[in-house]
């Protein structure tokens, strides 16, 4: 009997070698990171995507019973978080608060924000509220994880005791700490959104796609995270694999640019492309006015103006933002550099009458249209090779 008692708590049911523990270990934290990012984000959070209610309810048990969330409090915050972004009502930007306290402690900004009332009363709604969401879930939210620790401890004896630490873990650390952290603060980023999100690499695996948050705040209503042609979302996968499989319907995915004939005049279908893709548009005339530099550079370099070229040179890097976006050194050195060049200031003023077409929200499609056709028309007259370039790419967009 003793002998009985001591093998389970050493090894439990199953009797795995630790590799194995450890496979499994990753296992299970991966199903959670894809309920999370597939049911509770893409599903629940923004209506990207319908489930099937047998995939719904799956991840609805297996999140309460490995992270103790619920559907309407963590939609809510996720709504609030983009509603009020990187201001201080924000449940967790590290703009405001500080890199270190959301990393450090993302878990616990999100259970108190889940205390605020009237967060969940203003963002949660359309999220479950069926008799089991009232009687089991909210009822018991600690019930779920407790269930999960005997069940750990009896596959895994007392190792099932690390194996559940690390489940509780997963989603504070990866979620709530990484992603809502450094996913605010540091990485690249394809679009020039209204926020500080960056994307933290181009490989969505280990966090189920949630790595390319800045390519979400651009198209937050998109079931699909991915953009650029080296980004790989895992998450996406998943939702084509349920869509193939009749469990999963998308709804709405980022808009694709689509590339036809050469129009002699902007019209308004192409209006309406270029206003859809406004951020791809921006992002494409970025990497123009990046190219552009480089040339100038090397044109300075090669005359032996060694003066300019060394001015020039050091705001390479940041010279194709958006001048909100710039620190306050580099836009006290900004006019210094576009006395310079008069290419340089071309590109610099048709970039801010570029992004003014859309912002003037009380201005009709026809006055849109007509500042579109002279916008064209100006890059195209301006003797710049690269403008006249961005302005027939735009003719095309289709």
């Known amino acids: ?39 509770l984000h893409r599903c629940q959070a923004h209506r ?182 080296y980004e790989f979302d895992i998450g996406w996968m998943y939702i084509r694999l349920l869509s193939f499989a009749k469990l999963a319907k998308v709804k709405k995915v980022a808009p694709t640019p689509k590339l036809g004939a050469r129009k002699a005049l902007v019209d308004l279908d192409t209006l309406q492309v270029v206003l859809a893709n406004r951020y791809e548009v921006m992002a494409s005339y970025g990497k123009t006015v990046k190219r552009a530099y480089r040339q100038e550079l090397a044109h300075l370099k090669a005359f032996g103006a060694r003066e300019k070229y060394l001015m020039l040179k050091n705001a390479r890097n940041w010279f194709h933002k958006d001048t909100d976006d710039l620190q306050e050194p580099q836009k006290q050195q900004l006019p210094n550099i576009l006395e310079q060049s008069t290419a340089l200031k071309t590109y610099h003023e048709m970039r801010g009458e570029l992004a003014a077409i859309w912002a003037r929200s009380n201005t009709s499609r026809e006055q849109l249209l007509q500042q579109l056709q002279a916008w064209c028309h100006r890059a195209e007259e301006s003797g710049i090779v690269a403008l006249r370039e961005f302005a027939g790419r735009l003719r095309r967009y289709a």
């Open 48 to 229: 990207a995507l319908d489930l099937h209610p047998i995939v719904s309810h799956f991840f609805r048990l297996w999140l309460w019973a490995t992270t103790g969330m619920l559907t309407g409090q963590w939609a809510a915050i996720h709504r609030k978080h983009h509603a009020k972004c990187e201001t201080e009502d924000d449940p967790h930007s590290p703009q405001t608060r500080g890199i270190w306290k959301v990393f450090l402690e993302g878990a616990e900004l999100y259970r108190a924000e889940a205390k605020n009332e009237d967060t969940l009363r203003r963002y949660s709604h359309g999220t479950p509220d069926d008799w089991i969401e009232r009687n089991l879930y909210t009822r018991y939210p600690i019930l779920g994880v407790s269930i999960m620790m005997v069940i750990d401890v009896a596959l895994f004896g007392i190792v099932g005791l690390t194996v559940w630490a690390v489940q509780m873990a997963w989603i504070p650390f990866w979620a709530a700490g990484v992603v809502n952290g450094f996913g605010h603060f540091w990485g690249y980023r394809n679009f020039n959104s209204e926020d500080a999100s960056t994307n933290l690499i181009p490989f969505g695996i280990l966090i189920g796609g949630e790595e390319l948050h800045n390519n979400h705040h651009t198209y937050a209503t998109s079931a699909k995270l991915s953009n650029k042609w």
């Open 1 to 39: 009997m003793v002998y009985a008692v001591t093998d389970f708590l050493a090894n439990g049911l199953l009797h795995f070698h630790w590799w194995q523990i450890v496979l499994f270990t990753l296992a299970i934290t991966h199903v959670t990171i894809a309920g999370v990012t597939i049911y």
